[in-house]
């Protein structure tokens, strides 16, 4: 199982490393960006947001 999970401030460079390392070691890439905003910068219903995650990181890999 190949995880890595990369926290930071916001315009530290996470997506950058996030998608070098990807390609890189050839895993998929989750940005929680992508999952929690909906359209038009919507907040969605929380335990959509969960669901989301789940099914992003039910993978044996991911970063």
Request: hydrophobic share 50%; no cysteine.
């Amino acid at each position: 199982m190949q995880r890595i999970v990369i926290l930071g401030n916001a315009g530290s460079g996470k997506s950058t490393l996030a998608r070098a390392l990807g390609k890189r070691l050839s895993l998929p890439v989750v940005h929680l960006d992508t999952l929690f905003w909906e359209p038009g910068w919507v907040e969605p219903d929380a335990e959509q947001f969960r669901v989301r995650v789940r099914e992003a990181i039910a993978a044996d890999a991911w970063m």
